[in-house]
């Protein structure tokens, strides 16, 4: 089995990309077409407003999961934090990637509840991809730094 060098993860605010999107959607790691009624049904299900962040906000999420990444040790490749999704390339370090997002999440969610955001704020799950070889963590490394422009 190939070394695990890195992961693109990805994971997005309350609301804004919703299961039958039609910007498809991913789920259990498949990409999944377009249902609206898949779509509206949790539409429907949504218990607030949907999340969008703003530049400043995107500013303390930024330095939130910067700062747990140094405490977890872990070193960020790349990393966009856009008003309704977060991308982040880390390189690989011996914990479940379960845990590490729900440190990142958590981080973010704990720096923006002292700027006075309350409710939800992250959409339950993430994607993750795992690179096993340079060129793959180089080609999501690019792919980030692409999404920041």
């Not at 309704?84 to 390189?91: K, L, M, P, Q």
């Not at 990142?104 to 720096?111: D, E, G, L, N, P």
């Not at 700027?115 to 070889?133: A, E, M, P």
């Not at 180089?138 to 730094?145: C, P, S, T, W």
Request: hydrophobic share 35%.
């Amino acid at each position: 089995m190939a070394k695990t060098l890195g992961y693109l993860i990805t994971w997005t605010t309350y609301g804004t990309w919703l299961q039958g999107d039609r910007r498809r959607y991913v789920k259990d790691g498949q990409i999944c077409p377009p249902n609206e009624n898949l779509l509206q049904v949790n539409r429907d299900l949504q218990i607030q407003d949907v999340v969008k962040l703003s530049k400043a906000h995107q500013n303390i999420v930024r330095q939130a999961i910067i700062e747990e990444a140094a405490l977890q040790k872990q070193h960020i490749c790349a990393l966009s934090v856009k008003s309704s999704h977060i991308h982040i390339v880390v390189e690989y370090i011996p914990q479940p990637i379960d845990k590490l997002v729900a440190h990142y999440k958590s981080a973010a969610r704990i720096a923006l509840k002292t700027v006075g955001h309350t409710g939800k704020l992250w959409t339950k799950g993430y994607d993750k991809r795992f690179c096993f070889d340079k060129q793959a963590l180089e080609q999501k490394i690019r792919y980030v730094q692409n999404h920041n422009k």
